[in-house]
């Protein structure tokens, strides 16, 4: 079977986590202006568009998970609502350590931020509050708590607890392996950082930098923009996306409320609405109240061009990690002998081969391997082909 990707929630308190995670899986946890509400970590089904692929091929497909709409395949993935990160965590205050792990299970993170600056570092209600402040605070945070790690690991090395010959990215991505993080990877970001391979000469704003870019490599993160629907928060954000300073940031502009009030609607079957599309039809009598509000949430989706649940998910997985969706099919028709009709789309990593990819479905698939064929064209692949997004690949094995 393919990886299922883990999407984490992260930011402090009362920022709309548990709102957007309902939003986005329509599971009930509870909610509230309070920090804590979420004791636990919440995981849920949420899911990714992918362009279908059997219309191209004049066929219905027939999904063995999720499901398809309008030739928009809705793929399942796991979302985390990692509760409890609040300023000082990697010291062990408060929920902090849990928190740590429940984050080393995620392979992106979705950096939840209230740009409506309505509530401070602790989650607690004020005005004005900079939403820069909180960018700032979780990076410096996860910095932190990887620099802990990575000290850990530099104190092994220098101890000669390790053999002479041991290269300190092998002691490094030992210690600092709950990050999955591997050798080379801690070597290419020893290069990239430049601080050299001699832990003893570092300083400790070396340690940092390289903390930070290990950091960096292993969580990458979106930021959504969230409570998007105030109008203070349409001013930070204009603000924030116009600073020079915060143009290497992915962000995302998001209303949780937006999109649990479209999805509540559409459920009661007062409106049609898919996911992630910037608009909605109403189909039944509302109530003028009812009718004010939804056309408010019209013109949030004509500015900004969706609620950004969907939008801020997917921009995590397909472009800030680079996850590839791939349909598994068949030259000669898209139907498997059960009768089904393209009922996979797999999630694979970035720049997997054409072999990567039937290793993820089967080892067998794997050491079997002939070649790859590409259901559009008919054409062979060879074991090398690099994955492209939304391919329909058939592989013909030995066995
Ligand atoms: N205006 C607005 N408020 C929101 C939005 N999302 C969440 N909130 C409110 O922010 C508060 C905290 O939300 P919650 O989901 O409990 O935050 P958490 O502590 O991060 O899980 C609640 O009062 C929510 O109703 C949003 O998109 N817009
Ligand atoms: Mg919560």
């Known amino acids: 079977m393919s990886k299922s990707y883990r999407i984490g929630l992260v930011g402090k308190p009362s920022v709309g986590k548990s709102s957007f995670f309902n939003a986005a899986t329509m599971n009930d946890v509870?909610?509230?202006?309070?920090?804590?509400?979420?004791?636990?970590?919440?995981?849920?089904?949420?899911?990714v568009r992918v362009e279908?692929?059997?219309?191209?091929?004049?066929?219905?497909?027939?999904?063995?998970?999720?499901?398809?709409?309008?030739?928009?395949r809705f793929v399942p993935t796991k979302l985390v609502d990692v509760a409890g990160l609040i300023p000082g965590a990697h010291e062990g205050n408060g929920l902090g350590?849990?928190?740590?792990?429940?984050?080393?299970?995620?392979?992106?993170?979705?950096?939840?931020?209230?740009?409506?600056?309505?509530?401070?570092?602790?989650?607690?209600?004020?005005?004005?509050?900079?939403?820069?402040?909180?960018?700032?605070?979780?990076?410096?945070?996860?910095?932190?708590?990887?620099l802990g790690v990575l000290e850990k690991g530099i104190n092994r090395y220098e101890s000669g607890y390790t053999t002479e010959d041991d290269a300190i990215e092998e002691e490094l991505a030992e210690q600092m392996s709950a990050f999955k993080t591997n050798e080379d990877e801690i070597k290419r970001l020893i290069r990239r950082t430049d601080v050299g391979f001699e832990p003893e000469e570092w300083g400790d704003e070396d340690k940092l930098e390289l903390a930070?870019?290990?950091?960096?490599?292993?969580?990458?993160?979106?930021?959504?923009?969230?409570?998007?629907?105030?109008?203070?928060?349409?001013?930070?954000?204009?603000?924030?996306?116009?600073?020079?300073?915060?143009?290497?940031?992915?962000?995302v502009p998001c209303s949780a409320h937006a999109e649990k009030a479209l999805k509540s609607a559409e459920k009661a079957g007062v409106i049609d609405y898919r996911p992630g599309d910037d608009d909605f039809e109403i189909l039944d009598d509302v109530?003028?109240?009812?009718?004010?509000?939804?056309?408010?949430?019209?013109?949030?989706?004509?500015?900004?061009?969706?609620?950004?649940?969907?939008?801020?998910?997917?921009?995590?997985?397909?472009?800030?990690?680079?996850?590839?969706?791939?349909?598994?099919?068949?030259?000669?028709?898209?139907?498997?002998?059960?009768?089904?009709?393209?009922?996979?789309?797999?999630l694979i990593p970035p720049n997997s081969s054409a072999e990567d990819f039937a290793y993820s479905l089967h080892s067998d698939i794997g050491d079997g391997f002939l070649h790859a064929i590409d259901c559009r064209s008919n054409r062979q692949l060879g074991k090398d082909y690099e994955v492209e997004s939304r391919d329909v690949?058939?592989?013909i094995t030995t066995n």
């Open 212 to 251: 930070r870019e290990v950091r960096k490599e292993t969580k990458p993160m979106v930021i959504a923009a969230n409570k998007m629907d105030t109008p203070e928060a349409q001013d930070n954000y204009e603000e924030i996306t116009g600073d020079p300073d915060y143009e290497h940031l992915t962000i």
């Open 52 to 72: 279908c692929a059997a219309p191209e091929f004049d066929e219905e497909c027939t999904p063995n998970v999720g499901y398809c709409q309008h030739g928009t």
């Open 393 to 395: 690949i058939e592989i």
């Open 287 to 346: 109530s003028s109240d009812q009718e004010d509000g939804l056309e408010q949430i019209r013109d949030f989706l004509d500015a900004y061009g969706a609620t950004g649940v969907q939008a801020a998910l997917e921009t995590a997985l397909f472009d800030v990690l680079g996850v590839t969706p791939v349909f598994p099919g068949g030259a000669n028709g898209l139907g498997n002998e059960r009768g089904e009709v393209l009922p996979d789309c797999y």
């Open 30 to 47: 509870p909610e509230g202006a309070y920090p804590f509400t979420t004791i636990d970590p919440s995981v849920g089904e949420a899911y």
């Open 97 to 146: 350590n849990q928190f740590l792990s429940d984050l080393n299970e995620t392979d992106v993170l979705v950096h939840v931020v209230d740009f409506s600056g309505e509530t401070d570092l602790e989650g607690e209600p004020t005005e004005g509050h900079d939403p820069r402040d909180d960018i700032a605070f979780l990076e410096e945070e996860l910095d932190q708590w990887y």
